[in-house]
């Protein structure tokens, strides 16, 4: 079991960045799959970026050389660095924590970010 508490989101302006961090209550090195998703007004959420443990990390088309996600094992952090955001970005991100091969899932209770000039 883990708990993930988010932080960092807030407003920003179209083209200006944002870090968000998820922190985690137990050492992320054994987490198998780490990430971030988001869910817009009256849309579903979606997958915005993830990382495994071996570091390998995977991003949804929209934010593709603009969001880079990390995670610091010694701080039990998992980053997501939001660049030249757009207003489309507008969402709670959520961070996600993902074992394997138990299958077992866990959600942070979600930061909202808006870009709004």
């Known amino acids: 079991q883990v708990q993930l508490v988010e932080s960092g989101g807030g407003l920003v302006q179209p083209g200006g960045s944002l870090r968000l961090s998820c922190a985690a209550s137990?050492?992320?090195?054994?987490?198998?799959?780490m990430g971030w998703y988001r869910q817009a007004p009256g849309k579903e959420r979606e997958l915005v970026a993830t990382?495994?443990?071996?570091?390998?990390?995977n991003y949804a088309d929209s934010v593709k050389g603009r969001f880079t996600i990390s995670r610091d094992n010694a701080k039990n952090t998992v980053y997501l660095q939001m660049n030249s955001v757009k207003p489309e970005d507008t969402a709670v991100y959520y961070c996600?924590?993902?074992?394997?091969?138990?299958?077992?899932?866990?959600w942070g209770q979600g930061t909202q970010v808006t870009v709004s000039s």
């Open positions: 137990r050492s992320i090195f054994s987490i198998n799959r």
């Open positions: 996600h924590a993902y074992f394997f091969p138990s299958r077992n899932d866990y």
């Open positions: 990382i495994i443990s071996g570091g390998s990390t």
